[in-house]
């Protein structure tokens, strides 16, 4: 189960890479769609360059958290592990007060996830 709980830790960082990616790179029209703004608000200069800086932020949890899972091990992963899953979720919950409800599900819920796991099997 170590290993499960491990994998689905990773999974919660590709999927912040991949938000990083969203948030960066992707066109307008799918900014807007997948964070639930207007196409007009999306395409403003200022809102990109907010999305870029919040992509960055996501892309480097995402590497953290996997080089946290490559470096440490033990006791120390394990809080780190908890720690860093705590902090997803209340940003999820922040985020979904905020910007859009779909946040608390679609980060929020695999951090509560990996959090179990990592509290019952690591």
Do not use: C, R
Not at 22 to 31: D, G, I, N, S, T
Not at 95 to 120: D, S
């Amino acid at each position: 189960m170590e290993l499960l709980t491990l994998f689905i830790v990773a999974l919660v960082a590709v999927e912040h890479i991949g938000i990083a990616i969203l948030e960066m790179f992707v066109a307008p029209e799918k900014q807007a769609e997948a964070f639930d703004m207007p196409l007009d608000f999306v395409k403003q200069k200022n809102a990109q360059v907010a999305l870029s800086n919040q992509g960055i932020y996501n892309g480097m949890l995402g590497v953290l958290i996997l080089a946290i899972i490559l470096f440490f091990t033990g006791a120390v992963l394990k809080t780190i592990l908890i720690l860093l899953m705590i902090y997803i979720i209340v940003v999820a919950v922040y985020g979904a007060v905020t910007v859009t409800k779909k946040i608390l599900f679609l980060q929020g819920l695999p951090a509560l996830i990996a959090l179990v796991l990592v509290m019952i099997f690591y």
